[in-house]
């Protein structure tokens, strides 16, 4: 059996469709910017959704950011938005360290997004400066000196990933009681008209991953992780909210697998012939990938909202 094509949201059936969530999640990266410019008008298509009576909570995997940095870019971009808003998987990873009653000391593979919010909930860390490396490495047998503080290894983009880092993070994993956490595991960033391709989170988890033997806890999309941090907190009903995206293998399945009403956005990572091979698949897997609704971008909503 095929899967059923998402819906466009159009003029003829706009009222039900904003009738039938109160509170917006939503996605940045490839939804509301790329890189570090808005995708069209998606600020102004945001913040009339919230002048519509929605509430608004930003949810991303990337890591690199706290979620008061985070609150500034969306500001800076013309997206309103309050701190109390983001959800990013550095703010979830903390909180999850925090819930554990976790007291030891955290070796992060990841930015400055981590070692911020670890120290908002009074967490020790080490690890985020680079570590560069040249010359044989069976020297760093002898020169590499593990903490005996470290009880976690948190892993998320680290734009000086090198192979000491990589060596020290799994030296720590060998202890069984290490733990072992991953921001996210998006395989790369979408970047629009470029033929370049920058890697994400996913890649340097994978590489961990590969010398520890061993599999992380994702704090990321799609784990339920980054709707439970909000949901209780705010009292969030599943069947009255909406996830955008535009990525399905996490943001719409981490929809799906919070019960929520999903849209894709076709202004990032996933594209209309995507939807179109999981609509004509007969794999279940790949239906699941399939929101109830799509736009080509987030500012498409403008018009229909007049
Ligand atoms: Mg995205």
Request: hydrophobic share 40%; with cysteine.
């Amino acid at each position: 059996m095929p899967g059923k094509f998402p819906q466009l949201v159009e003029r003829s059936h706009v009222k039900e469709f904003l009738d039938s969530f109160d509170i917006v999640l939503t996605d940045c990266d490839g939804v509301l910017w790329c890189a570090n410019a808005p995708i069209g008008k998606a600020n102004e298509a945001l913040n009339q959704l919230r002048a519509l009576g929605k509430k608004i909570f930003y949810v991303t995997n990337n890591s690199s950011k706290s979620r008061e940095e985070y609150a500034q870019k969306c500001k800076k971009l013309g997206f309103i938005a309050d701190k109390e808003e983001i959800v990013c998987t550095a703010y979830v990873t903390a909180l999850y360290l925090k819930q554990k009653n976790f007291n030891k000391k955290v070796y992060i593979v990841g930015a400055s997004g981590i070692t911020q919010e670890l120290d908002n909930v009074g967490i020790a860390h080490t690890g985020i400066e680079p570590e560069p490396f040249s010359g044989d490495v069976f020297d760093l047998k002898d020169t590499l000196k593990l903490d005996p503080e470290v009880g976690a290894v948190t892993v998320g983009l680290d734009p000086y990933i090198s192979f000491p880092k990589v060596m020290r993070a799994a030296s720590y994993l060998s202890d069984p009681d290490c733990l072992f956490i991953a921001t996210n595991t998006d395989e790369k960033f979408p970047l629009s008209s470029s033929n370049l391709v920058m890697p994400g989170a996913g890649a340097i988890v994978k590489c961990v991953e590969t010398v520890a033997e061993r599999s992380p806890v994702v704090m990321g999309k799609p784990s339920v992780k980054m709707f439970s941090s909000i949901r209780d907190q705010y009292q969030l009903d599943p069947s009255r909210t909406l996830m955008i995206g535009d990525r399905c293998n996490t943001d719409i399945l981490f929809g799906k697998n919070c019960g929520l009403h999903t849209m894709v956005v076709l202004s990032g990572v996933t594209e209309m012939k995507d939807l179109e091979a999981w609509a004509a698949s007969s794999d279940e897997e790949k239906h699941k990938l399939l929101a109830d609704y799509y736009l080509p971008q987030l500012d498409d909503l403008i018009p229909l909202l007049e």
